[in-house]
């Protein structure tokens, strides 16, 4: 069994490298026990949506990835034993703890009588509705559809995480574009790109190649994720930079250029320089461009003194509670303030956004 391979280290690397800190060598323990509904309870203490991120985490580049088992030599890299599957185990003790008929403890939980209001039902959101329910605050949740998830639901692919969500909700514009026998082209390197490249697999494309302006060393994405998509068929093109679509009334290739790695960043990646003269046409019958972040912010953020920076980000910091924005009564976290991240992290900056709440109420 995994979870008896963890060696229980003094100092738990995993548990630093996890976002929202999980106790992971203490449930881990409590599942060789068969102590599951315990290790069920430990796991919802730091972590709302335990089964969510056991399947859709990068925990080759979190928890896994720094598993003592996984390093110098006792790893893939040495050929020996591989980190524990901490996901696997994690996602299993929240989904048979709840076949097995356990439930979140709410019996100690005594009301206040407070209301706070939720926008968005993604994690996030449910993050931040979590902690309020647990410490008697009643969260009323607000999401523009009629499901709950936000991109858990209508972003993450169904082969990382199934979806209840019957397809005939969708209204007609918003229908998928069928990529069956169609020459595909994805551009970027992080893990919706990595959707992006398994979706179109198994969709039937002709062929899929995937662009990426930097070497697959300092690619963003799960390098797990990355070698899957190698099994299942896409081809990958290091250190090319879309310059241009072509086509004349519909998509016909996409223009790379090649890239040299030059001098760091101000965060330390090395910066792609064109090499001139390096100019390709790929054919390509659809182009998916699968990098880059672009908030809608709304118009009344600006009447309720919700300051965006230039990037149209909620700035929320440097107040006095944590994730509060400039107006006291409004707090935030996750993708609107951060940009696209992990589904840990905005479970982590929901969480941590209630704390905040609680603080604002005197309930801390």
Not at 250 to 279: C, F, I, N, Q, Y
């Amino acid at each position: 069994m995994q979870a008896d391979r963890c060696l229980g280290c003094g100092n738990p690397y995993c548990e630093w490298k996890c976002p929202v800190h999980n106790y992971i060598p203490n449930w881990l323990k409590l599942v060789t026990e068969g102590r599951l509904f315990e290790a069920a309870d430990l796991s919802h203490q730091t972590n709302s949506l335990p089964e969510v991120c056991g399947r859709v985490c990068p925990q080759d580049r979190l928890c896994e990835g720094a598993c003592t088992l996984n390093s110098d030599g006792f790893g893939e890299v040495g050929g020996g034993f591989g980190a524990v599957t901490i996901g696997q185990i994690e996602k299993y003790i929240s989904e048979e703890a709840f076949k097995q008929g356990w439930r979140p403890d709410m019996s100690h939980v005594v009301a206040t009588g407070k209301k706070v209001a939720v926008i968005g039902a993604g994690p996030a959101g449910l993050g931040c509705a979590d902690v309020l329910a647990r410490n008697g605050v009643k969260p009323v949740v607000f999401d523009r559809y009629d499901e709950i998830g936000g991109l858990l639901t209508f972003g993450i692919p169904e082969f990382k995480m199934e979806k209840w969500v019957c397809l005939d909700l969708m209204k007609p514009e918003e229908a998928y574009q069928d990529m069956k026998g169609q020459r595909v082209v994805v551009l970027g390197g992080g893990d919706t790109a990595m959707d992006c490249n398994r979706t179109s697999i198994r969709q039937d494309a002709a062929s899929v190649i995937c662009a990426y302006r930097r070497d697959e060393a300092n690619m963003p994405g799960s390098k797990r994720e990355v070698g899957n998509a190698k099994e299942e068929g896409v081809q990958f093109l290091w250190n090319r930079q879309p310059v241009e679509i072509v086509g004349d009334g519909k998509v016909e290739g996409v223009k790379l250029v090649t890239t040299e790695l030059g001098p760091p960043d101000a965060r330390g990646r090395r910066t792609p320089v064109v090499v001139p003269g390096s100019e390709e046409i790929i054919p390509a019958d659809r182009v998916i461009v699968a990098f880059g972040f672009r908030p809608n912010p709304q118009p009344w953020f600006e009447a309720h003194q919700i300051a965006i920076d230039q990037g149209g980000r909620v700035i929320a910091k440097d107040q006095q509670h944590a994730f509060q924005t400039a107006n006291p009564k409004v707090f935030a976290g996750g993708d609107m303030v951060r940009g696209s991240d992990l589904v840990v992290t905005a479970v982590y900056e929901g969480r941590e956004a209630a704390k905040g709440i609680l603080a604002y109420l005197g309930l801390d």
